[in-house]
């Protein structure tokens, strides 16, 4: 059987698509819980850390995962401390960053009803196809991060 190169998106499109909408679901699910996605971003920094971090490394991350400026991940750190989700002392030489019990709380809340929001996109779809398609998506990820050194 043929199928018409024009009848299905390229698989870059499809993802990029995909990406975008699954995104937007993610975005409103966060918005659910009063956050935006640089709070995410640092809270997850923190949650997947476990320990302190110093804020050197906090904004490195960001700017690596976000391209998130220094004065923007100021304001995202001074945001989630407002909120009681993070302590940290911009002053102080060995300045580190750390989730506050609340803010572990929250995140914990956050992360399950984001996931419940973007996991419904996958809903009905048969688990090994799933895992074939992560596969694939990881492959092509790895192999794009090879390319650009």
Do not use: C
């Not at 199928?3 to 918005?31: C, D, F, Q």
């Not at 995202?76 to 060995?94: K, M, P, W």
């Amino acid at each position: 059987m043929t199928v018409n190169p024009e009848s299905r998106p390229s698989l870059g499109r499809a993802l990029g698509e995909t990406a975008r909408l699954i995104g937007k679901l993610h975005r409103r699910a966060l918005a659910d819980f009063d956050s935006d996605f640089p709070t995410w971003m640092l809270l997850t920094l923190l949650w997947e850390a476990d320990v302190p971090l110093p804020l050197d490394e906090v904004a490195k991350e960001l700017n690596r995962r976000l391209d998130l400026a220094g004065p923007d991940t100021v304001r995202v750190l001074e945001r989630a401390a407002a909120a009681g989700h993070i302590t940290y002392q911009l002053e102080n030489a060995s300045a580190e960053a750390e989730l506050t019990e609340a803010g572990r709380d929250y995140f914990t809340a956050l992360y399950a009803h984001a996931r419940n929001v973007t996991d419904a996109a996958f809903e009905g779809i048969d688990a090994a196809g799933l895992d074939t398609a992560l596969t694939v998506v990881l492959a092509a990820k790895e192999r794009a991060a090879a390319a650009l050194g």
